[in-house]
């Protein structure tokens, strides 16, 4: 795929997420609230059998999946995007845990599970 082909794919996808967008007023202004599905087909919630290599089928960029997000954001014209890595630390969360750019901030249950998890974090 060309680099325009990719900008040209992610207005469109911009564009479909801008379809489903929620507004919620608070006490000093209206927030719109963008959701990016995590899958494309209902099929996909129960397949278990998801790696990295899956996801990410270029070597040229370690962080595709992180600037993706992040030009998407852009066009949307967010100021904060949230990524929920429910599923800690795995091959899936790589790229958000290991990309120096990204802001983290870790919220966790007190669970000896969880909070030994943190801990290696740190």
């Given at each position: 795929m060309q680099r325009g082909d990719s900008e040209v794919n992610?207005?469109?996808?911009?564009?479909?997420?801008?379809?489903?967008?929620v507004e919620t007023d608070t006490d000093t202004e209206s927030v719109e609230f963008y959701f990016l599905p995590a899958y494309r087909r209902v099929n996909q919630i129960a397949e278990t059998n998801?790696?990295?290599?899956?996801?990410?089928?270029?070597?040229?960029?370690?962080?595709?999946?992180?600037?993706a997000i992040s030009k998407i954001g852009k066009i949307l014209g967010a100021d904060l995007i949230l990524t929920d890595l429910r599923a800690g630390i795995t091959e899936l969360s790589a790229p958000f845990l290991f990309d120096s750019r990204v802001l983290k901030y870790y919220v966790t249950s007190t669970s000896m599970q969880s909070v030994c998890g943190i801990h290696v974090m740190k």
């Open positions: 992610l207005q469109k996808l911009a564009e479909l997420i801008r379809l489903s967008s998801v790696s990295l290599e899956k996801i990410v089928r270029t070597q040229d960029n370690g962080n595709i999946i992180t600037e």
